[in-house]
Nanobody, 124 residues
Framework: QVQLVESGGGLVQAGGSLKLSCAASGRTFAIYVMAWFRQASGEEREFVAAASWNSGGRYYPDSTPGRFTVSKDNAKNTIYLQMNSLKPEDTAVYYC?????????????????WGQGTQVTVSS
């Protein structure tokens, strides 16, 4: 089992920044990749970014703005999502996820473990 706990969400004004954290525990040695997804109210869960757990690989879909950067600290078993110049349309619940095997990164169904989510609200 792998446990994931997100933190760092909150209310921020447009143009502000937030840094989300996701701490992994348990069988972290089994993780292949960790990712961030977000889900706005009434919308489907959307892939935001991913980081290979045992290499320097970083993955972003074309839809992710250049304002977002994923990073990780293996010593702390933690990944981060730095979000700058936030916009109201970035408002969503942000989830981190862990996959134990290589697969299509953008599909939520391919992830084995999920955090509880952290709310990010950007006011205009």
């Amino acid at each position: 089992q792998v446990q994931l706990v997100e933190s760092g969400g909150g209310l921020v004004q447009a143009g502000g920044s937030l840094k989300l954290s996701c701490a992994a525990s348990g069988r972290t040695f089994a993780i292949y990749v960790m990712a961030w997804f977000r889900q706005a109210s009434g919308e489907e869960r959307e892939f935001v970014a991913a980081a290979s757990w045992n290499s320097g690989g970083r993955y972003y879909p074309d839809s992710t703005p250049g304002r977002f950067t994923v990073s990780k600290d293996n010593a702390k078993n933690t990944i981060y999502l730095q979000m700058n110049s936030l916009k109201p349309e970035d408002t969503a619940v942000y989830y981190c996820a862990a996959a134990l095997r290589r697969s299509q990164l953008t599909k939520a169904d391919n992830y084995d473990y999920w955090g509880q989510g952290t709310q990010v609200t950007v006011s205009s």
